[in-house]
């Protein structure tokens, strides 16, 4: 019995904080919520009442761990889990250790110095501010690529010995592929080469899934090639790898991959090789071997003196289609060049006029200079003849429609192309060997040493143009700025012709537009322009003396 005023204890919990309905405040459904301790873990916090005064995750508890007992470290009664309750095993779990393989010694030195108590549901909160033992997703997923980045390079066992062939009988794909190509001899020579394409892939960005078209057609043309080979592991001749192209596989991968294993044996002649024979098959045998003297140090360059770089194949052509006419025409009357005189020179010379003429004169004096440095002949016939500065043709603008759809399209990558030529007339050159790094807190450094300040136009498309470059090839090892869908995968950069195709039109005329028109607006002042575009002076002279030329006043821009 309770005394008169005195409340009764709670029939349910016992408080003597006594509501209504014998219930206290804190059993009773309907009596306001309060903030409260729980009565496990001591967690402050509210909505304790309608869970019997326990927080969520001691409900929880209560439900996974029946057994109810006196804890070794605490000494409160309440449920255990290997001797001990929530409470301290929560003070290890704020440290970051994981909840599995827990020594009785670790979970008693985590409660040594006492419990932290936290607020109702916070406890994940309060962890995620703490030193992590156990890596995230993100970091597991980094150590992963890091393993992988310095995993060693397979290592391909060399031929120790290599038979020689009776016979080379050229090997027919297509037919094979039609009877059931032979499987390899040495598996672990193609598991070895499979793993280095895959790790080699990976460094370029390549597709390296297993299921994926390219990685398949990839691993088997290598397969293939290893099988067909007489020598098990001896290098592959380029010329055997283009036969792949008869059962519709792509070799030019497969050929990366050959010779960045050391298993490639380039024996491709270039396709200048066979057309310089075919010029000069007519010509009589001495005058072709001084010409094919010329042509290897043209092409290959010259070590020891008299020294000389390679040229590009596509001056050595024009020069030989310059000098070919009139050294078919001396073919006619002399056996070798160390007999053609001055004079033959300019007789030969007499039937031509403007260009024409000069570039006959620079393809003779090109052979004759460097036969005669390297004493193939005594003379050189062409010195000392001058037919006068050749006539330039002078730049014309162009018309501003295919410029502006070039620097309007919703291509970003043709919006960044036409909008660096617009705004700053780069060299086709300059734009194509332009990386990555040189593009920094918008501007741009070019190859001749200029540090460009890019306009907002021109940086707002060169950001659009890197995250679609970014999300279509995130992993490629290009550092050039601009790639293709053949280039991504490798680490060359694009050709000019990718440039001129897409922009719609020529990259070169682009930029003698823009220089022109930069010439009208600084009223033909050449060392501006030499500022603005990188030009020497006579480059420079060739736009201001235009400036009053008739069609450029007739046109559209």
Known sequence: MCEPGEPPPCRRCGSLEYYSAGLCQTCHHFAPDRATSCRDCLAWGLGYRRRAGLCLGCVTWRKGHPEHGRCSLCRLELHLRDGACRLCWRQLWLTGRPR?????????????????????????????????????FKDARCARQKAQATRPVPVIPPVRARALLLFNMPRDLAAGARAGLPEPADEDLVEAVDAFARDYGRRHGWPTDRHHAAAFTLRRGLRILLATQDVP????????????????????????????AGLLDDDRVPAIVPWFERKTAGLPDPMAEELRTWFDIARLGHATAPRSRPRPEQTIRLLLYGALPVLQSWAAS??????????????????YEGDRAHSVLQGLRAVFRTLKAHKVVFTDPTSRISLGTPASEPPLPLALDPLLAAVHSPDPTRAALGSLLAF??????????????????????????????????????????????????????????????????????????????????????????????????????????????????????????????????????
Do not use: M
Request: aromatic content about 4%; some cysteine.
């Open 100 to 136: 599995k393989d827990v020594a009785p010694d670790e979970l008693a030195a985590a409660n040594r110095h006492g419990q932290q108590l936290a607020l109702g549901g916070l406890e994940k909160s309060l962890r995620r501010h703490l030193p992590r033992q156990r890596p995230s």
């Open 233 to 260: 592991g001896a290098p592959i001749k380029a010329s055997e790898a283009a036969r792949l192209n008869d059962i519709r596989l792509p070799f030019g991968p497969v050929l990366d991959v050959l010779a960045a």
């Open 334 to 351: 002399s056996d070798s060049l160390r007999s053609i005189s001055r004079q033959d020179v300019k007789v030969a010379l007499a039937p």
């Open 424 to 557: 700053h007339a780069l060299r086709p050159a300059q734009l194509r060997a332009l990386l990555v790094t040189d593009l920094a807190d918008g501007r741009l450094r070019v190859g001749d040493g200029r540090v460009i300040l890019l306009a907002a136009e021109v940086r707002h498309r060169l950001h659009a143009y890197l995250a679609e470059r970014a999300r279509r090839w995130p992993s490629t090892a290009n550092p050039h700025l601009f790639v293709s869908q053949f280039t991504a995968l490798r680490t060359r950069q694009v050709t000019g012709t990718w440039v001129n195709q897409t922009l719609g039109l020529s990259a070169q005329a682009i930029r003698e537009d823009r220089i022109l028109d930069e010439a009208l607006a600084a009223a033909g002042d050449p060392r501006r322009l030499c500022d603005l575009f990188g030009l020497t002076v006579d480059g420079a002279q060739r736009y201001t003396s235009a400036l009053g030329h008739t069609d450029l006043n007739e046109s559209p821009s």
